[in-house]
């Protein structure tokens, strides 16, 4: 995929679980886990921007943009 979340680097940074960030915004770990490894389909701007508030980030400490080869 062209988008890498950084979402792991960004928990470990703010020293957060999976399961702190899933309780502060509000949905399951699951999903938190399905962006965190980069499996996720699409992202919501509330949950974006949810995760920045909790974080203290911007959207790009979380995504970046990384050429396809080929």
Same mark, same amino acid.
């Given at each position: 995929? #062209?988008?890498?979340?950084? @979402?792991?680097?960004? @928990?470990?940074? %703010? *020293?957060? $679980?999976?399961?702190? +960030?899933?309780?502060?915004? !509000?949905?399951?770990?699951?999903?938190? $886990?399905? @962006? *965190?490894? !980069? %499996?996720?389909?699409?992202? %919501?701007?509330?949950? @974006?921007?949810?995760?920045? *508030?909790? +974080? /203290?980030?911007?959207? !790009? /400490? +979380? +995504? =970046?943009? =990384? #050429? =396809? =080869? !080929?």
């Amino acid at each position: 995929m #062209a988008i890498r979340v950084n @979402l792991d680097v960004m @928990l470990a940074k %703010r *020293k957060m $679980s999976v399961n702190e +960030l899933a309780d502060a915004i !509000g949905i399951t770990p699951v999903n938190v $886990s399905v @962006l *965190k490894n !980069g %499996r996720a389909k699409a992202v %919501r701007f509330t949950t @974006l921007d949810a995760i920045c *508030k909790v +974080l /203290d980030c911007q959207p !790009g /400490d +979380l +995504l =970046e943009y =990384e #050429a =396809e =080869e !080929g």
